[in-house]
């Protein structure tokens, strides 16, 4: 027996940023992170990585790292 497991396939969740996006941001792709349990609005490009497109920002404040996107997820590339 392990924790306990959530997994939202839509709808409006919050994600951890390292650093809190603009609020101009909003509306843009935001994707899986390559540092672990974090989201970014750049989309990995090192080898080995995949890009996994989280959905589309929506409560960025400029402020707060955790922010709400309009989840929607979409495996993209795995980059050779």
Known sequence: QGNTLTMESTGRVAVTFGSAPA???NGKRVFLS???G???LTAPTSSG??????????GANGSDTTV???LNLKTLVTID
């Open 23 to 25: 609020s101009s941001s």
């Open 49 to 58: 990585n995949t890009v996994v497109e989280l959905g589309i920002l929506q």
């Open 34 to 36: 390559s540092t672990s």
């Open 68 to 70: 709400a996107i309009l």
């Open 38 to 40: 974090q989201a970014t």
